[in-house]
């Protein structure tokens, strides 16, 4: 077999690792419950916990739920179930609790609150009372003057007895940090050195709302260091925030824990990953079949490599070996085709016995053969009719090429246009069930004039690759919403490759 590159170029930058640890560590994740748990989530979880167990330390996971318009309860539950799937484990959290619980963000706001206060009282932070129309007037005469966006600073400077006499008024406020307004912000990466910010690119955030729960910068540093986090391992797209981590710091006299921004998940067109171009719930490599321990070693190989380069090694290897010395700063490329053949790797190690169990944890579990078997008996005449009938119920993605896409009637680029608006609904549910699956397309088919035929033949043939199927939203149901958007994108993909053909003369 050929064999693939690991993680993108080979001429990646080496990382400049000064990471100390003087003591056992402790370190976390913060995910927010806004979604289906997404594989940046695991990467960060596997890299945090190994560097806990190399050093006898303490991996913590909390949830970053202040966003009360985004959180889904549900959400959480399924990142802690995934993240255990995956064979991450914690010492702290909301569902094992800890001696700094509590765990959830929303759960501490009286301590935010009282950090805002001291703050204030510090004159290191200010009461904002700025509506939200005028922050909106300001934003858009900034871009007309094609100036720097960002907020101007108005109340920075009200008198206390002005901000006393709205506060009696009933006025809402934000309260916002006193940023520097000359100078610059250096940020210590311990695999990057210093990496300096202007600090007039950063205006005075938004620390506690209207609403009395705080932003993510204000919570994370609380939280961090009230939770005693040494050493903060997450993506480099925090790297742009961690100047004001650092201010805010500063403001309230903590000492700063030792900032690591790992490099970013790509996808092969180097592009950061993203649900558009590769699969980002854990969820779907579950279903897809992908084994834990195999998810674990290509999570590994993003960025970091053993000291004998080999590909193949277990947790407890990469623990035994680690540090990050062997990071690499170049965007790890999340491939599907290596993660397949790592995982082929991994099925065939297993016992017959093994494999059969992997297979009815997966694939023909009893509980999923009964939700096929009574969508499917009433349209087979012979148990040997089952599979051939059913096939799109048991495999991944499906080979579009001769298949009746798009159905007749509809033309490719009508199709693809069908199958991607209809996709922007389906991930923006939050449950997945028949009648809810079918009330949305039939919306969709409503709010964007397409005749009912063509919407439901379209993602017929996308979901199942046939004309002839059990009932569509039963059948998408079943099959998963995992399966069901990988397949409704990657079918999206193949319309739009499909040559126009000509106009009828």
């Known amino acids: 077999m050929t064999q693939i590159n690991q993680s993108g170029s080979s001429a990646a930058p080496k990382a400049f690792s000064t990471v100390k640890v003087t003591a056992p560590p402790r370190v976390r994740i913060a995910p927010s419950p806004t979604g289906d748990p997404h594989i940046g989530t695991a990467y960060m979880g596997l890299f945090n916990s190994v560097f806990a167990k190399k050093h006898g330390g303490t991996f913590v996971v909390r949830i970053e739920d202040t966003d009360q318009t985004r959180y889904r309860k549900m959400s959480e539950d399924m990142i802690l179930k995934a993240l255990k799937w995956v064979g991450i484990e914690w010492q702290e959290g909301p569902d094992v609790g800890g001696p700094y619980g509590p765990y959830r963000q929303s759960e501490r706001l009286p301590m935010y609150r009282e950090a805002a206060e001291e703050l204030i009282s510090k004159k290191e932070a200010y009461r904002c009372f700025c509506s939200s129309e005028r922050l909106t007037q300001v934003r858009e005469a900034q871009q007309a003057k094609k100036e720097q966006s960002g907020y101007d600073r108005h109340c920075r400077d009200l008198s206390e007895s002005a901000v006393k006499e709205k506060l009696a008024s009933g006025a809402p406020s934000t309260v916002r940090l006193k940023a520097p307004i000359g100078g610059q912000t250096v940020v210590h990466d311990c695999l990057r050195g210093d990496v300096s910010f202007e600090n007039t690119q950063l205006d005075d955030m938004v620390l506690l709302k209207s609403d009395g729960f705080p932003t993510y910068h204000l919570a994370s540093v609380v939280d961090d260091h009230h939770m005693k986090i040494s050493h903060v391992i997450r993506g480099e797209e925090w790297l742009s925030s961690t100047p004001k981590h650092v201010l805010l710091y500063r403001a309230f006299g903590f000492e700063a824990p030792q900032f690591i921004h790992m490099p970013l998940l790509r996808n092969p067109d180097k592009s950061k990953i993203s649900k558009r ?112 009938y059913a096939h799109f119920f048991f495999g991944g993605d499906l080979n579009y090429v001769g298949s009746p896409l798009p159905p007749k009637g509809v033309e490719s680029k009508k199709a693809a246009v069908i199958l991607n608006e209809l996709l922007d609904r389906f991930e923006a549910l939050d449950e997945w069930n028949a009648k809810i699956l079918h009330d949305t397309a039939e919306a969709y088919c409503k709010d964007s004039g397409n005749k009912t035929k063509d919407v439901f033949m379209t993602l017929r043939v996308a979901v199942t690759g046939t004309l002839q199927s059990p009932s569509l939203a039963e059948t998408c149901e079943v099959i998963g919403k995992e399966i069901v958007r990988r397949r409704m994108r990657l079918a999206g993909e193949y319309l739009k490759k499909m040559p126009v053909p000509p106009p009828a003369s």
């Open 277 to 388: 171009k590769n699969p980002t719930s854990i969820l779907y490599y579950q279903r897809k079949g992908v084994l834990p321990e195999t998810l674990r070693n290509f999570l590994g190989l993003m960025g970091w490599s053993m000291p004998d380069e080999r590909e193949i090694f277990t947790t407890a290897e990469m623990v035994e070996n680690f540090t990050f010395d062997r990071m690499s700063l170049g965007g790890p490329v999340f491939d599907l085709q290596k993660l397949d053949w790592l995982n082929g790797k991994y099925l065939r190690t297993l016992s017959d016995d093994q494999y059969l169990h992997a297979l009815k944890e997966v694939t023909l579990g009893d509980e999923y053969l009964k939700k096929v078997i009574q969508l499917v008996k009433e349209r087979v005449e012979t148990l040997d009719g089952f599979v051939s």
